[in-house]
């Protein structure tokens, strides 16, 4: 898996989230398990596949976490510069549009409510990561090729 950019936030959540997983999470998986087979015949148990399915999802979402973790590079937001870099918040005019949109250049991980996140790695990421605020870049997007303007870069 490749590198994903994280803010020091975003790292210390994923931290505690895999923590509580691996420890309470799988405790109170293993009670639910054990409590459903308790009440019968495994073939028939609505309870026990249930809660089977809920491991399932819950170790990948550890297994997930762990690579993230492992492949975390902290960002840290005083180091961004005026050029478009991971963990920027850009302002961009699409062409042809006068509304304005921001986006997070970063991981999914950092989502926020107030901003949409694109990947470092998407083609739009890679269109405007090393540019700065006034350039106006083209990428290649499902639809055909968009040009955007930076409107503005932000830490």
Request: avoid cysteine.
């Amino acid at each position: 898996m490749s590198e994903t950019h994280l803010s020091q936030e975003a790292y210390e959540r994923l931290r505690a989230e895999l923590e509580d997983l691996t420890t309470r999470g799988r405790v109170d998986i293993a009670q639910t398990i054990e409590t459903a087979r308790e009440l019968g015949d495994l073939k028939e148990n609505a309870d026990y596949h249930a809660a089977r399915d809920d491991q399932g999802r819950m170790e990948a979402r550890i297994r997930q976490l762990q690579s993230l973790i492992d492949n975390a590079v902290i960002v840290d937001s005083s180091q961004i510069s005026d050029t478009v870099a991971a963990g920027s918040i850009v302002a961009l005019r699409y062409e042809g549009d006068d509304d304005v949109d921001r986006f997070l250049v970063g991981s999914i991980e950092e989502r926020r409510s107030d901003v949409a996140v694109v990947s470092p790695a998407s083609p739009l990421g890679q269109a405007l990561i090393g540019h700065r605020k006034g350039d106006v870049v083209e990428y290649q997007a499902p639809g055909g090729n968009l040009k955007v303007e930076i409107v503005d870069i932000e830490a």
